[in-house]
């Protein structure tokens, strides 16, 4: 924590940092922050969604083409 707690912390809005006090800062860091976990939360659960598509695509195609087709990725290491 700071010494002086009533000393203005700059805070980035877009391009723009702006003077806040340190309360101030924090109320909006948490905000930021329980925005930004909502977002990956989001953001998980549709890769989730997406793998599962996938993986019924590729059970469908194998299926259809069998041996024929590869839709395992190429591991290059």
Not at 48 to 72: M, R, S, T
């Amino acid at each position: 924590m700071r010494e002086d707690d009533t000393e203005p912390v700059p805070y980035q809005i877009g391009e723009v940092f702006v003077s806040f006090t340190t309360d101030g800062v924090g109320e909006m860091l948490e905000k930021a922050k329980a925005t930004l976990e909502e977002e990956i939360k989001t953001i998980e659960n549709q890769a989730e969604f997406h793998k599962k598509i996938l993986q019924d695509l590729k059970v469908e195609l194998y299926a259809k083409f069998g041996n024929e087709i590869n839709l395992e990725a190429e591991d290059d290491s």
